[in-house]
């Protein structure tokens, strides 16, 4: 059975251990840097970092970042709550059973109760050549908004209520 545990002192290790094929580590930055990225953010305060552990049967298989965005008032054009899906990655030898959807699955339950402030929509960038993601994304309801990020990534959306 497939669960989300929040990453903390216990399995941070574990964490930064997972790896990915090579072909695959150009459409996501390591766990090693993420981890320190929701360091930082949390730091800054004004959003929220939220780091889960994928696990099958108590066996840590992937990582799940994404962080609350509430509106930054001191933005005009910002005028939705929402959460980044930063990063999802499934360890390469535990790819292709299911994880890494059941995982997506969970997270946007987690989401919908709103523990971190409630939100419009989940949104994440996604490169064009990831097959697999896309695939993953669309088929849980995300849209293709059409809009891309400075790497030409483009940003898919799911809303929550
Ligand atoms: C994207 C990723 C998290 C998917 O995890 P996963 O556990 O292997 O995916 P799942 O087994 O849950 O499969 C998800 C979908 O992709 C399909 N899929 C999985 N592996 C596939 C493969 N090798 N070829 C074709 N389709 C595949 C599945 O059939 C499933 O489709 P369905 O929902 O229509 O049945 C994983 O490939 C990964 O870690 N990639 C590298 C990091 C990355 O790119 N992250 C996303 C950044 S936006």
């Given amino acids: 059975m497939v669960e989300l545990k929040e990453i903390n002192e216990d399995n941070f290790e574990e964490c930064i251990a997972l790896k990915l094929n090579k072909e695959q580590s150009k459409f996501i930055a390591s766990n090693l840097f993420s981890l ?16 889960y552990g994928v696990y099958n049967d108590n066996i840590m298989v992937g990582f799940i970042m994404a962080v609350y965005q509430p509106i930054d008032k001191n933005d005009p054009e910002d005028f939705e709550n929402v959460f980044y899906l930063a990063r999802m990655m499934i360890d390469s030898k535990y790819q292709g059973k299911g994880y890494g ?34 695939k993953l994304y669309t088929s849980l309801g995300f849209i293709d908004t059409g809009e891309t990020d400075e790497d030409g990534d483009v940003y898919l959306r799911l809303d929550l209520r």
């Fill in 36 to 51: 320190a990225e929701a360091y930082a953010i949390k730091n800054s305060g004004m959003n929220t970092p939220i780091t």
């Fill in 101 to 134: 959807k059941q995982a997506m699955i969970k997270m946007i339950e987690i989401m919908k109760e709103y523990p971190y402030g409630a939100a419009d929509a989940v949104v994440l960038s996604c490169s064009r050549d990831n097959t697999i993601a896309n």
